[in-house]
């Protein structure tokens, strides 16, 4: 059974100037009887004629309908519920490419203003007469063109606003820079029946994590300013306010940056001296390069280095990785190494140091120790201090039974131990290997059993 349709015409009349019709056009919106449309469908039905009209093209303007439910904004007691009236819609109709999405910007009559504008008639009789193109035949039986036919017209004028508006769009700063690599890894190593050589074996590593960056010398400021571009870490305006903030020790614009094995470590920056360093950039100047290479000069990301030093002299040692784009490391512990020759007895110390070593060489006490370590509260601070509790009376309600306060224990003044946090640094006397343990004493007073 073939199905039957019905067609609905829509007329358009255009007004460039806002005042002398210039264009008139028809589209056709075709829908299938004894089927129910919701208005989505109905809306895209004349939409999509409205688009068509704009391919063929009977206008150079694509126009939109949009349909809004009034009844849900209608006020409780404006609304009658048994009323015949069901549902209240608002059709909004306008010219997408001079109004924008957000629909006219302004409904009703010109009021004289040149301004584009347009007409939608909708008849019920005959379609596609309007202004411009009246049929002849209507023409002749006289009168205005609505009298002529038995018309039920709907009207709906619009007028349109448009506005320039310099909208921000998208602005941002970028540096394409690989990541700085990872710490290397060092060994020391003493060589057998010589007293001023040794063998240094630096090797790449694998790792990634966040890190302040450490600054050694004046290119290490520009170089990690790049970093902090690149990774999208700062909003310092200008590429001398980053370096400016990276000289400034600790500074709150400046976080951490990320290190990471991105790309193979080409070669190792080696910092030596024979003072004692407060800080590391006290290592300024002092740096060389050492490029390992394997057969027919092939680069590689370890290798070992000679070192000539004095025996029985102290040296400072730190390392930095350089990777294939000159991006540099933090660098690495400081060591510090003595080849030590007594007598003809040879043999190589090193140890780890860290700078508030030296700075406060006063709060270090160092006790040696073998397997086992034994770690307690001193004697006066387990001892209950009678001068403070000798003026207790029986007023003040105590009992023989009850737990003891806390910290009842040890004199009474600032020094002692108790609720107090201690830092406990082991270190291995052979290989110059620490670990720290954080102690926390505390007094809980004494029962009666």
Known sequence: MPITTTKWFVDVVEYADGINPSNAFSVKVIFNDDQIYTLGQFQDKINDAFQLATTVPLTLHEYVLKIADLSMLLPDAEFDPTAPIELALQYHVYPADLVGPLGPVQSGYLDGEDSFRFKINFYSGPHGFNEIDRPPS???????????????????????????????????????????????????????????????????????????????????KSNFAGQYIAQQLTTLPTWDAIVAALEEENSPQLGPIRFTSDDPVQQFQIFRTRERPSAYTNFAGTGRTFKPVVAYGKGASSGITTEQIRPNTTYYYCFRAMDTHGNVSNPTHVYQIELVDNDGQRFLTQKIIEFEDYITPYLQVKKTGHKMIYIEPSESNLQLDAETY?????????????????????????????????????????????????VTFKNTGVQNP
């Open 390 to 438: 000798k003026e207790l009376t029986p007023e003040d309600n105590i009992s023989l039974f009850e737990t003891p306060a806390a910290n009842i224990l040890g004199t009474q003044h600032p020094d002692n131990c108790w609720d107090k946090i201690f830092k406990i640094r082991v270190t291995s006397r052979k290989t110059g290997k620490k670990f720290d343990i954080n």
């Open 138 to 220: 209507l023409a002749a039986l006289g009168g205005d063109f609505d009298s002529v036919l038995p018309l039920s017209k709907i009207q709906y004028e619009t007028e349109v606003s448009p506005q320039l508006v310099v909208a921000p769009g998208f602005n941002a700063r970028a540096l394409m820079m690989s990541k700085p690599p990872v710490r290397p890894d060092v060994q020391f190593m003493p060589i057998i029946g010589s007293r001023s050589t040794m063998k240094i074996f630096l090797n790449g590593m694998v790792g990634n994590y966040e890190e302040r960056p450490i600054i050694l010398g004046a290119m290490d």
